[in-house]
């Protein structure tokens, strides 16, 4: 890679993106009733805009902005104080000598020309952020969300704070807005070394206070798009114009910019954190150092945990990477999540031709570096007017622009994979050996990130402190991470609640399962001709292996399940493409695309991680981010885990019937290759997908959601009568259970040794009706159990009743194979 010479750092393009940023802060501290001292007030009308009718003072916000700023004691990385004052509270008043707040409040009206749309139903006040996701109409209608809200909190991945719940009241938000008021003051004390650090620590601070506060509190207008992400919005626009126009002033009505949309993809995401290249798996001795072959293997474990890292941070690192190359602070990335970012850049000479030369530069890298296995997609709009982000327009501009990514799918960058036929990845023809990413070194690095990822706390970008594990050369940057905060270099967090509001978030999923003293007890209580051999025993406070996991799977109330499988599962958000082309219908803006990717992102990367820490702490985190997730662990560990899911989903959507997600779920033993476990993980959510989506398919049975819990019910129950109660012999016999799995499989149409469902048969209804007659007559009623099994048992009539009734039994068997019950 030849990377070009960046832009210098334009401190006045940083000081109109850092004032978008806090333009609105004021939002946060008016509802928290903040006294202004008088010479705040004072600025009233010099700074608020007056009601022609009233000739009242409107948005008084500004007032508390200015405030928001007289409390804040920041060098703001060296930029003018004063200025940024200025620039940020005249918004909505700018002085007609000043270019720099004309051109905040230029973009102020851009963000919020498409941003805002008018309520359904006006509101008497506004208590809380409307959930984005409960607004997604396609393909179905969405159901009212009325009292349901965002809680008015810091950012956390806590179930409290994250997921949407009843509306708080107004009191409530007003006290919550105390709250964030003093966490905002603190973050505004802190001290940035130059404006690019600036930018991104102001983008740490407002993400995590600005993220459940409405951009507007108007009742008659729609509250569902953040104040982070107009913020966020502003400033890029406002980056761009700045860049367009300097010199004389002019009012903001006249300053009409151009810009152009790029976005960054990668494809290929899961042949890249699967491959296993045999001849470097086979070496004696070296099986760390190698791509790793079956889910057993020392080190496997750790290479897909740094392989899932190392594609987040390729899209990331590519689009600041462009920014850089091109002049631009980081808020110009206006979207990054689950691998795909978008960029809002000005429409200027300088600016394209930098653009051209860095995109060919990533080009390179990833023919150098990745050898083809990962593919970069990348797109980019035609010349944009201010017309394209209006109201009318802004959808057809999104989807222009999603349909371009789709084409760049089958751009093929890497000359050495380019043949008469097409795309070839066997003809890799180079002076070395093998793919780039084939090859020891790179191998090597992933294995030793890997392991020292889960102490991670920090992530920097060219620093030179000395930090945990490999230096990650990567698109020009190099890369380090660490237990304690760097003092050289960017910083990032790697977790939300990271102490340091001003420190800009990276958030990925590193959750591992440890060996604790129990686990260390489990572990030998294994038969002895299923025990691991000695060498590979693990110690106390050791990560687990994925052998070590599959004999660690439990019940709902602890106890151990004697079978040892591993689980693997699969799932993502059904049709997520077309939901964010189509799913907001005229009311799709930059402000409620981004919320909704980034909420759908850190559910899956951050919220799930937090609940397998807490709840099911041997489930392993193979990736996750954007709208998809592949977990292994122990088998039962994630049966019970797909409900808990399921409802975690359904509440973060508020129910919404448009956005829906399917799930494939295997078992296999402990040695099964990772790479075999994901294909047939992948081939289960398929057909759960192929069946009419918002399913689930177990091994080889699809259920949608309702009969998946139908199933669980009747396996609880079976499970409950087959173990018995408080020391009681079972009531029911394991024979009969068989029984009822064939039936099932015959109700479904499947026999053994037939590829195809045979025709339908009705045998087994009667077979089932005479078994129950039998084996459960009528009972009296303090068999209640029984009583119930049997109830719905006798309910079992359609293909589909039998095949909730296949799941149900296979269940049930399973945790009581090897059980002395």
Same mark, same amino acid.
């Not at 070394?193 to 930018?199: D, F, K, L, S």
């Not at 913020?231 to 151009?258: D, M, N, T, Y």
């Given at each position: ?105 230029? %973009? ?21 952020? %409307? ?37 708080? +009241? ?28 600036? *930018? ?103 290479? =897909? ?9 390729? +899209? ?57 296995? =990962? ?97 990650? +050369? ?75 996991? %599959? ?14 499988? =591993? ?106 290759? *990772? ?117 719905? =048992? ?8 039998? %095949? ?15 059980? +002395?019950?």
């Amino acid at each position: 890679m030849k990377p070009i010479k960046s832009a210098v750092i334009d401190e006045r393009v940083h000081l109109i993106a850092v004032a978008g940023l806090l333009h609105d802060a004021g939002k946060v501290l008016q509802p928290a009733a903040m006294p202004l001292e008088p010479q705040t007030s004072n600025l009233r009308q010099m700074i608020c805009p007056s009601d022609f009718r009233t000739g009242q003072s409107t948005h008084q916000h500004v007032l508390y902005t200015a405030a928001a700023f007289d409390l804040a004691t920041s060098n703001f990385g060296g930029l003018d104080r004063e200025e940024l004052f200025r620039v940020a509270c005249y918004h909505h008043r700018p002085s007609t000598d000043s270019l720099d707040q004309n051109i905040l409040t230029k %973009a102020d009206w851009l963000a919020s020309g498409h941003d805002r749309r008018p309520a359904t139903e006006p509101s008497d006040s506004i208590s809380a952020l %409307a959930p984005v996701l409960a607004g997604v109409e396609w393909p179905e209608s969405a159901r009212s969300s009325d009292g349901v809200g965002l809680p008015t909190k810091l950012l956390s991945l806590d179930e409290d704070s994250f997921l949407p719940s009843a509306e708080q +009241s107004l009191e409530q938000y007003r006290e919550r807005c105390r709250e964030l008021t003093g966490r905002l003051v603190d973050g505004l004390k802190q001290d940035f070394r130059n404006p690019m650090e600036c *930018v991104d620590g102001l983008l740490g601070l407002t993400e995590r206070v600005f993220h459940s506060i409405p951009a507007s509190r108007d009742r008659k207008q729609q509250p569902d798009v953040t104040l982070f992400d107009h913020s966020r919005i502003v400033a890029a626009f406002a980056a761009c114009l700045a860049k367009q126009f300097s010199g004389a002033p002019r009012p903001a009505g006249e300053l009409h910019g151009q810009f152009r949309l790029v976005a960054i993809a990668l494809g290929g995401i899961q042949k890249f954190i699967f491959r296993v290249v045999t001849p470097l798996d086979e070496r004696d001795g070296e099986q760390d150092r190698g791509a790793g072959g079956v889910t057993g293997a020392r080190g496997m474990a750790r290479r =897909l945990r740094a392989r899932s890292l190392y594609v987040g941070l390729l +899209s990331w690192l590519a689009a600041r990477r462009v920014l850089e190359d091109v002049g631009l602070p980081s808020t110009s990335l206006i979207a990054n999540a689950g691998g795909r970012a978008i960029l809002l850049l000005p429409e200027t000479p300088d600016t394209q031709e930098r653009l051209r030369s860095s995109l060919a530069n990533l080009d390179e890298w990833f023919v150098e570096s990745i050898g083809g296995v =990962l593919r970069l997609d990348i797109a980019s709009s035609n010349v944009l007017s201010d017309a394209d982000f209006s109201a009318d327009r802004f959808s057809q501009t999104f989807r222009d622009l999603d349909r371009r990514l789709a084409a760049a799918r089958y751009r093929v960058s890497v000359p050495n994979l380019r043949g008469g036929s097409g795309w070839s990845e066997s003809g890799w023809i180079q002076s070395r050996e093998s793919l780039p990413i084939d090859r020891d070194e790179f191998n090597g690095e992933l294995a030793q990130l890997g392991r020292y990822l889960p102490r991670a706390k920090y992530l920097s970008l060219d620093g030179g402190d000395i930090g945990i594990g490999p230096v990650l +050369s990567m698109i020009g940057y190099e890369v380090r991470f660490h237990e304690t905060r760097p003092a050289s270099g960017r910083c990032f967090a790697l977790d939300v609640d990271d102490g340091d509001l001003s420190l800009p978030l990276f958030v990925t999923a590193k959750h591992v399962p440890r060996a604790t003293a129990d686990v260390l007890q489990r572990l030998s209580r294994i038969s002895r001709d299923e025990r691991l051999e000695a060498e590979d025993a693990p110690q106390e406070n050791n990560l687990l292996t994925f052998e070590h996991l %599959a004999g660690l799977a439990s019940d709902e109330d602890g106890r151990e399940i004697p079978q040892a499988m =591993l689980g693997a599962l699969k799932a993502d958000v059904d049709r997520l493409g077309t939901i964010l082309g189509y799913g907001l219908g005229q009311r799709v803006s930059f402000g409620r695309l981004t919320s909704l990717a980034r909420t759908l992102d850190l559910f899956f990367k951050g919220f799930l991680t937090r609940k397998l820490q807490e709840q099911f702490p041997f489930v392993y985190t193979v990736f996750a981010g954007g709208d998809d997730v592949f977990l292994v662990g122990p088998w039962y560990d994630l049966v019970r885990l797909i409900g808990n899911l399921r409802g975690w989903f359904d509440r973060l959507t508020c129910g919404n019937p448009s956005l829906t997600f399917s799930a494939g779920l295997v078992f296999a033993g402990a040695t099964t290759p *990772v790479a075999h476990l994901a294909h047939v993980a992948e081939e289960a959510l398929d057909r759960a997908k192929d069946n009419g989506r918002d399913r689930i398919t177990i091994g080889s049975v699809t259920l949608t959601w309702a009969e998946f819990d139908k199933a669980m019910t009747l396996h609880r129950l079976l499970l409950s009568e087959l173990r018995g109660h408080e020391g009681d012999r079972p009531s029911l016999n394991r024979s009969l259970v068989y029984r009822l799995l064939q039936y099932a499989k015959q109700g479904r149409g499947h026999h053994p040794g037939r590829e195809r469902p045979a025709p339908l048969d009705l045998k087994w209804r009667a077979q089932l009706s005479y078994d129950l007659k039998r084996n459960l007559p009528a009972l009296s009623d303090h068999r209640p159990g029984l009583l119930k099994l049997r109830t719905a =048992l006798q309910q079992v009539v359609t293909p589909q009743d039998a %095949a909730v009734l296949e799941v149900a039994c296979s269940l049930s068997l399973y945790v009581l194979r090897g059980a +002395s019950t």
